[in-house]
Nanobody, 124 residues
Framework: QVQLVESGGGLVQAGGSLRLSCATS????????MSWFRQAPGKEREFVAG????????YYADSVKGRFAISRDNAKNTVYLQMNSLKPGDTALYYC?????????????????WGRGTQVTVSS
C-alpha cells in the first residue's frame, strides 16, 4: 500500500523559511515523478513544484519561482520543498503527490497518490 506523509509545516513570519518533507512507502520511489500542491481556504488546489522521476528536471509555479526549491532523496524515499521568503499568500495546506510514471505533469488529476497535507501559515 502506497503511503505519503507530509511534515514540516507550521507558523512562520513573512520573509521566513520552512522545509517540508514527504516520506513515501509502498512503491519504488525513484522511478516516479512527484509534486507539491497547495490549497488555501475557499480556493482550488494548485500546483506548486514538481520533480521528474530521474530528478533531472524540476518545475515551479510562477508564484513561487526563485523562492521555493524541490528536491528528492531516493535513498530515503523522501521529497522536500524548501520554502524561502515566505509571504502571507503562501498560507495553505500543502500536499505531496506521487505519479504513476517518471514524467512530470502539473495537473492534479495526473497523480494517483496523495498525502493528507501539512499546514503552512505565514503571518504578516
Amino acid at each position: 500500500q502506497v503511503q505519503l506523509v507530509e511534515s514540516g509545516g507550521g507558523l512562520v513570519q513573512a520573509g521566513g523559511s520552512l522545509r517540508l518533507s514527504c516520506a513515501t512507502s509502498g512503491r519504488t520511489f525513484s522511478n516516479y515523478a512527484m509534486s507539491w500542491f497547495r490549497q488555501a481556504p475557499g480556493k482550488e488546489r494548485e500546483f506548486v513544484a514538481g520533480i521528474s522521476g530521474s530528478s533531472v528536471s524540476t518545475y515551479y509555479a510562477d508564484s513561487v519561482k526563485g523562492r521555493f526549491a524541490i528536491s528528492r532523496d531516493n535513498a530515503k524515499n523522501t521529497v522536500y520543498l524548501q520554502m524561502n521568503s515566505l509571504k502571507p499568500g503562501d498560507t495553505a495546506l500543502y500536499y505531496c503527490a506521487l505519479a504513476a510514471t517518471s514524467v512530470f505533469r502539473s495537473a492534479a488529476g495526473y497523480y494517483g497518490y496523495w498525502g493528507r497535507g501539512t499546514q503552512v501559515t505565514v503571518s504578516s
